[in-house]
């Protein structure tokens, strides 16, 4: 792997004073951007415009976007008084920031909260590239980002890690401090990247400020998760691919329908979407084609990784039918089984099943966020099942299984965020009988940091792995899951660390999993 500094990702005090922007040598073309009038080039701040760090994206063979976002004063609105401000930014062959490729200007404007998103394009597939922004006299520290390989080459290796529900109060974002170390190509995120609430009486480090509802409110939610070092890191270390669960806007939403449709008109509701959205838009490394247009954006999209690895980023919360029979545990809902529901909408269903049917990939993801498997919580005759995961949304299940089981994709593997657990399933194509076909295997994985430390076990893990004979683990601490992937092997290793309370803790792998090339079905190392 390419060498990264991760001290001086960590340090502050060292970033501001690189002074690296104009050291190296141009060895590529230097795009010129046409200016509107009125832009800032040499701004004054009342702070470090680069609280927030940088971040990187959306992956393709030849181009990745570059985020950051300037904010002086982050969880007060940003604390940028000029209207536009033009930043540069420089993407370089070397963590010296010597070798610089490409170069130019993006204007950051007041009403994307100063935030930069640029789309380098020209670059060379599956290699490493350090970048940095400027303005005025103050410079970002140095992120780095790694394309992805040529769609047709072979690719004999790649690792990613996922993770998910970050809950600021509940606990210190211990396990990005071990990703940012981990030998990766990638980093998923799947959701619940903040969390919405207000300040809580027992919370490890408090929210700043009540229930975000305006777009200010939910900018200064975004800055403050973002000014979390170990975050940051992370961010600075790899390019993410994102995709959200229910908290960046409103705890279990569906659609239109907010968590308490009585206090809340629809009006109101898809206002307050809007603005979380564009919020979320703005504090991500996302292309173009996410720029939201009012209550609705683009996230579910593909990217792809040589011949061996597909992602299907799943959005599975703007488009769903609202949950059946209330969105907790439930028992006999025959709502959840009416055939027209829906978790992904169909315009989204159609689209993923046009693209596992073409894929050529060894491995075909589906990168979501909740419960795709079966998990029946009674352990007497009766099913109670989770109306807010696709036990609610049994249609959808049905006809993703049909699918599966017609057109047979290479090697179908689920990510699931949401639940705050570990937990392994193997994909069964009638999860009432053990014997039918196994379609896939689904890996759900743990929280960073919502629910707090947790504990190895739960009171109740042994009826359910009894009642469910298709999950095959399960475990209740924070962390994140690291994956390697070959043509002839999947490998998942739950990596998990002792107390997210307490601000420094060890990591350990608690357990590896395997899925080999061409046999459904999932094996514990
Ligand atoms: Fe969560």
Redesign the pocket.
Known sequence: MASLNFERLLSSKIRRRQVLIGAGGLTGLAIATQLPTRVIAQPKFSDYPFKLGVASGEPYPDSVVLWTRLAPDPLNGGGVSADNVSVQWQIATDENMRQIVYQGTEIATREFGHSVHVEVGGLQPSRWYWYQFKVGNEVSPIGRTRTAPNLRDRVNRFRFAFA??QNWQQGYFTPYKYMAQEDLDLVVHLG?YIYEGGVSATAVRPHNGSEPYTLEEYRNRHALYKTDVNLQATHAAFPWIVTW?D?EVDNNYADEVPQDPELQSTEDFLRRRAAAYQAYYEHMPLRRFSIPRGPDMQLYRRLTFGDLAEFNVLDTRQYRSDQACGDGQDVGCTEALDPSRTITGAEQERWLFDGLGRSQARWNILAQQVFMAQRDFEPEAEVRLSMDAWDGYAASRDRLFDFIQKRQPSNPIVLTG?V?ANWVADLKADFSNPNSATLGTEFIGT?IS?GGDGSDTNANTESILAENPHIKFFNNQRGYVRCELTPARWQSDYRVVTAVTTPEAPITTRASFVVENGKPGVQRV
């Open positions: 998910s529900c619940d669960d908290h949401d705050h929280s919502s």
